[in-house]
């Protein structure tokens, strides 16, 4: 059984990382509502393998119980199989996913072979679960049957839960066969994330045409609908589709890796090429959008660490050498070049958008549940934030408004300190908060990327305000409650 139990270790190390590396940090699928069968064949499986795990770390299957522990078996072929296949239908995997897969499926099988003299052997005798502990191994086992369990456990809940996003969210508009004018049409990128999920459901409902530029077709045309027309490259665009505005919210997600020197042109390229793109498809096209809204963020002002210090309007300098404000300067720069063509541009500096779906609330607010919320270094440093429902306000009435133009703070009015953020955030939940995190390990662990915790920027949303926007979540306070609700 030693070889047996390598195995199974092997497989479990392996199946972890898939899990937790391609399912939950770059597909996000319990955030997708399309994603609801495949995350129900995880279950499954999970299921499937918590019961072989503890079943081997305790018991041998002997008997007529060594011919279940063989379905067992196969039940995870089956299932697995139809996983692929599922994958195949819903989303495009990237090349380390697939290697994972083969590698896990060529391990899977040879754990079978090796079980097939085992359970052969087994069959011979009494039917019977004979209690046969393996010292220390059975113990590992158990851990690891039980964390699968918990997480096939998860994945129900997450199917459930996107089952009844799915049944609020109103039906999608016909399929659009062609081009041919049926409503003010929206190009959204980053028709796929957090905002701009929630924005194309918006538009939709506006009775807007939505046209999606998404790297893998097939999972955005899952996740958003037969009614959104869906693109890989912006060429698939014909010159004489009427694009009446565009929306840019594209970009790989800035909090996460390292930055690197190779993640740092990662998150460049990821926003300032699709720009780009952007603008050439604009000089192609035979009638130039009348708007372009396009998102940056509020670190184009850099790091300031004292919220007691002036707050700061859409005039406030940027901070060259400082990655995050020249991140955000490469965007504004590349969106600007619409003007040129008579395009209306808005600038958005988004803070941390709060909302429930995604983003930073989620893992926030269940830090804080289980009084698990912290003050980050000294705990003075601004911490500017935006409801999600201001967010796509703000997006929409860039759209509408010719007033909107240029840069804009897309901030709530109410910019507490981090202190006052997670205090706040805390007591939303009946909480308090106890913790603190030293500055000093989170600049030297985390790099310049530490700044996105440790320092903030202090601002005044005085364009949308003077253009006569008004903030359904004005205040810190009155946000936290309707996310607790």
């Known amino acids: 059984m030693q070889a047996v139990f390598i195995l199974l270790s092997f497989q479990s190390v392996l199946g972890a990382f898939d899990n937790l590396w391609h399912h939950e940090w770059q597909a996000r699928l319990p955030q997708r509502v399309s994603a609801r069968r495949e995350l129900a064949l995880h279950a499954a499986r999970e299921a499937l393998y918590g019961l072989v795990f503890l079943g081997l770390a305790w018991f041998e299957w002997r008997g007529a119980m060594a011919g279940l522990l ?16 599922e994958e195949d239908r819903t989303r495009r995997l990237p090349p380390l ?26 069959a011979s005798m009494n039917t019977a679960l004979h209690f046969r502990p393996h010292g220390w191994v059975s113990w590992l086992f158990t851990l690891y049957g039980l964390g699968v369990l918990a997480w096939s456990v998860r994945n129900v809940r997450a199917v459930r839960r996107l089952g009844q996003s799915a049944a609020r969210q109103e039906p999608s508009p016909a399929p659009m066969a062609d081009t041919s004018p049926r409503g003010p049409t929206v190009l959204v990128t980053g028709a796929t994330g957090f905002v701009g999920s929630a924005l194309v459901r918006q538009l939709q409902a506006d009775g807007r045409r939505v046209i999606a530029l998404s790297r893998d077709a097939r999972q955005a045309q899952a ?58 498809l604009m000089r192609r096209l035979q009638q130039v959008p009348e708007v372009l809204v396009s998102a940056s963020a509020v670190g184009y002002y850099g790091a300031a660490n004292l919220v007691s210090a002036e707050a700061l309007a859409e005039d406030g300098p940027p901070q060259p050498g400082q990655f995050q404000s020249d991140l955000c300067v490469a965007i504004e720069h590349e969106a600007r070049r619409a003007e040129a063509l008579g395009v209306r541009v808005v600038r958005l500096r988004l803070g941390v958008v709060l909302g429930r779906g995604d983003g930073a609330y989620p893992m926030l607010a269940l830090a804080a549940r289980f009084g698990m919320g912290s003050v980050l270094g000294s705990g003075r440093q601004p911490a500017p934030w935006i409801h999600l429902d201001d967010a796509l306000g703000l997006i929409r009435f860039g759209l509408e408004h010719q007033a909107l133009q240029g840069a804009v703070n897309a901030v709530a009015p109410d910019t507490p300190s981090q202190e006052g953020f997670s205090r706040a955030l805390a007591q939303s939940f009946g909480r308090r908060v106890f913790l603190r995190m030293p500055g000093a390990p989170l600049r030297w662990l985390m790099g310049e990327m530490s700044t996105l915790l440790l320092d903030g920027q202090n601002l005044v949303p005085r364009a949308a305000l003077q253009a006569g926007y008004r903030f359904q979540h004005p205040t810190l306070a009155g946000a936290l409650r309707d996310l607790a609700g």
């Open 223 to 280: 996740l958003l609908g037969q009614g959104v027309w869906v693109v890989e490259h912006l060429d698939q665009i014909p010159s004489e589709t009427r694009i009446h505005a565009v929306v840019h919210l594209a970009g790989a997600r800035v909090v996460g890796r390292p930055w690197t020197a190779a993640r740092r042109r990662e998150l460049l390229d990821s926003r300032v090429k699709v720009a780009q793109a952007l603008v050439q």
């Open 97 to 122: 996913e697939r290697l994972l897969h083969t590698v896990l499926t060529i391990s899977y099988g040879g754990f079978v072979a090796l079980m097939v003299p085992v359970l052969h052997d087994w």
């Open 70 to 85: 063989a379905l067992i078996l196969a039940a995870e072929v089956l299932v697995t199989l139809a996983d692929f296949l």
